[in-house]
Structure formats: structure tokens, C-alpha cells
């Protein structure tokens, strides 16, 4: 059974940092396409990073590009996501999802990340 956790949600302030890590099991990190996405409030899921199964490249949306860095430890089998400089507007439920070529594609709960002063 495929179970993907995602942790380190919460209340920030605005220009403050917070660490989302996703526990994987049932499948291997190092061999998926594992990324975060984020639904904010009446809007649509956006995916914000992507780090390659294939050779580890990694992309961000322009909305984090150099706020936000995404990473894998093979060894624990889970990718983090670390968020500096946050905005109010980076308030949203944020996901892990894990996905292959050979068809699996499975998403976490979500955790809750409320940037507010």
C-alpha cells in the first residue's frame, strides 16, 4: 500500500521559513517524479516544484523561484520542500505527489501553511 505524508505545516509570519517533508512508502522516491503542489482558497491546485526521478533536475514555478527549494534524501525515502521569505499569498493546503512512467500516480492529505502576521 502506497502512503505518501506530508508534515511541517503551520502558522508563519510573513518573511518567515517553514519545512514540508513528505514520507514516502510503498513506492521509491529515487525512482518517481515527486513534486509539491498547493491549492489556495477558491482557487485551483498549482504544482510549485518538481524533482525528476530520472536525474534529480529540479523545477519551480515563478511564483517560488528562489524562495523555495525542493529536495530528496534517497535514504529516508521522502522529499522536503524548504520555504523562505514567505508571502500572504503562499497560504494554501500543500500536497506531495508522486507519479511514473509506469503509471502510478498517488497524492499525500496535504498540509496547511497560513502565512499571517
Known amino acids: 500500500q502506497v502512503q505518501l505524508v506530508e508534515s511541517g505545516g503551520g502558522l508563519v509570519q510573513p518573511g518567515g521559513s517553514l519545512r514540508l517533508s513528505c514520507a514516502a512508502s510503498?513506492?521509491?522516491?529515487?525512482?518517481?517524479?515527486m513534486s509539491w503542489w498547493r491549492q489556495a482558497p477558491g482557487k485551483e491546485r498549482e504544482i510549485i516544484a518538481i524533482?525528476?526521478?530520472?536525474?534529480?533536475?529540479?523545477n519551480y514555478a515563478d511564483s517560488v523561484k528562489g524562495r523555495f527549494t525542493i529536495s530528496r534524501d534517497n535514504a529516508q525515502n521522502m522529499i522536503s520542500l524548504q520555504m523562505n521569505n514567505l508571502k500572504p499569498e503562499d497560504t494554501a493546503v500543500y500536497y506531495c505527489?508522486?507519479?511514473?512512467?509506469?503509471?502510478?500516480?498517488?497524492w499525500g492529505q496535504g498540509t496547511q501553511v497560513t502565512v499571517s502576521s
Open positions: 510503498g513506492i521509491t522516491v529515487s525512482r518517481s517524479d
Open positions: 505527489r508522486a507519479r511514473w512512467v509506469t503509471g502510478f500516480d498517488y
Open positions: 524533482i525528476s526521478g530520472a536525474d534529480g533536475q529540479t
